[in-house]
T-cell receptor, first 112, second 114 residues
């Protein structure tokens, strides 16, 4: 099965700066990597994903990159705003089963 | 379109009491899941149901049972609640799109066991 490791566990940035969260995975057969955002007291929600046939995907201020050789993928948030403060989870498919393996989460603080 | 609906939203139990958390989805998803999230922690899988009629243990199944009542509904039962089960419980369902699963989560049940 898959194993997903996420770093850092906590990240504090100044408003307007960029934030990068990195995840590594173990199963080279994995080919889909979503990111979820969980605001305080709310449910996790899918914000962006990347599939193995592309190296980068952007959606306004967020982007995700994938390096299949090194088996890692990253979430990039540019021009951070206070509303970006949340816990972010990376994920990868459990290729041995019917579920997704979540990373441990990164708590992002954006200081105004 | 309600998505994933969980009830109740809040619950306080005494040690040893039992209760059932209800979850229903209206997206025609095959797979459903129960997670717990302790304060400042990640999501830990309790049980999942890959399809109607099947259930499997996740990472932390002890002290819980589940029932996949039909395609829409997946319930979680605590037979004898313990303080260690104080947590926020999330139900989720997923659709498979050929390469992986996109999850939709319910709004959560905040459970306190005293």
């Amino acid at each position: 099965g898959e194993n997903v490791e996420q770093h850092p566990s906590t990240l504090s940035v100044q408003e307007g700066d960029s934030a990068v969260i990195k995840c590594t995975y173990s199963d080279s057969a994995s080919n889909y990597f979503p990111w979820y955002k969980q605001e305080l007291g709310k449910r996790p929600q899918l914000i962006i994903d990347i599939r193995s046939n592309v190296g980068e995907k952007k959606d306004q201020r967020i982007a995700v990159t994938l390096n299949k050789t090194a088996k890692h993928f990253s979430l990039h948030i540019t021009e951070t705003q206070p509303e970006d403060s949340a816990v972010y989870f990376c994920a990868g498919p459990d290729t041995g089963g019917f579920k997704t393996i979540f990373g441990a989460g990164t708590r992002l603080f954006v200081k105004a | 379109n309600a998505g994933v609906t969980q009830t109740p939203k809040f619950q306080v139990l005494k040690t040893g009491q039992s209760m059932t958390l209800q979850c229903a989805q209206d997206m025609n998803h095959n797979s459903m899941y129960w997670y717990r999230q302790d304060p400042g922690m990640g999501l830990r899988l309790i049980y999942y149901s890959a399809s109607e009629g099947t259930t499997d243990k996740g990472e932390v199944p002890n002290g819980y049972n589940v029932s996949r009542l039909n395609k829409r509904e997946f319930s979680l039962r605590l037979e004898s609640a313990a303080p260690s089960q104080t947590s926020v419980y999330f139900c989720a369902s997923s659709s498979y799109h050929g390469q992986g699963y996109d999850y939709t989560f319910g709004s959560g049940t905040r459970l306190t066991v005293v």
